[in-house]
């Protein structure tokens, strides 16, 4: 069965910093990979997808994803946060037609 | 920019009595999803829905649970009599089609059930 692991709950960084949230993922067959995040009262953004191609992918608000085969890892990275960036971030998985989610992190950014 | 929309955004209903959330997709899209978020949980997928019949369905996605399509545009998710553990936050999603892998998912519908 496929699954999605996010080791960190929760991330607290400071504005202008860099972060890294994790993903892990579990799959026998070969699996689409998604973030997504979801601010405050809101619903669930696309930020950036890797379906294949080049292990690095960009998205929106400046962030970007490197899929790692042999680690099944799809960690997220943005270079400077900012305080709009406060919000739930959720990896997904794609292996049939149904997305499968982790736990999602909670990035805090203080000024 | 086309975005999926939910009606309500917030649905109070006591326990045994049937609700139906209601979603449109994005105008074009073929496939559609409900997932739901119980408080403080991660999303969970409930049922895929395609050529007006459901292609997958979880373990949560029971005979209480209905979906339907009952006109070009709107994608409805009845349920027949809530239980206290059916409070979720429950989001609509749709994707395009076939080669097109990303599902866009609607604001969501809070739903208490007291």
């Known amino acids: 069965a496929q699954s999605v692991t996010q080791l960190d709950s929760q991330v607290p960084v400071f504005e202008e910093a860099p972060v890294e949230l994790r993903c892990n993922y579990s799959s026998s067959v070969s699996v689409y990979l998604f973030w997504y995040v979801q601010y405050p009262n809101q619903g669930l953004q696309l930020l950036l997808k890797?379906?294949?191609?080049?292990?690095l992918v960009k998205g929106i608000n400046g962030f970007e994803a490197e899929f790692n085969k042999s680690q099944t890892s799809f960690h997220l990275r943005k270079p400077s946060v900012h305080i709009s960036d406060t919000a739930e971030y959720f990896c997904a998985v794609s292996v049939t037609d149904k997305l499968i989610f982790g736990t999602g992190t909670r990035l805090q950014v203080f000024p | 920019e086309p975005e999926v929309t939910q009606t309500p955004s917030h649905q109070v209903t006591q326990m045994g009595q049937e609700v139906i959330l209601r979603c449109v997709p994005i105008?074009?899209?073929?496939?559609f999803y409900w997932y739901r978020q119980i408080l403080g949980q991660k999303v969970e997928f409930l049922v895929s829905f395609y050529n007006n019949e459901i292609s997958e369905k979880s373990e949560i996605f029971d005979d209480q649970f209905s979906v339907e399509r009952p006109d070009g545009s709107n994608f409805t998710l009845k349920i027949r009599s809530t239980k206290l553990e059916d409070s979720a936050m429950y989001f609509c999603a749709s994707r395009g089609d076939r080669t097109s892998y990303e599902q866009y998912f609607g604001p969501g519908t809070r739903l208490t059930v007291t």
């Open positions: 890797y379906l294949s191609g080049s292990t």
């Open positions: 105008s074009n899209h073929l496939y």
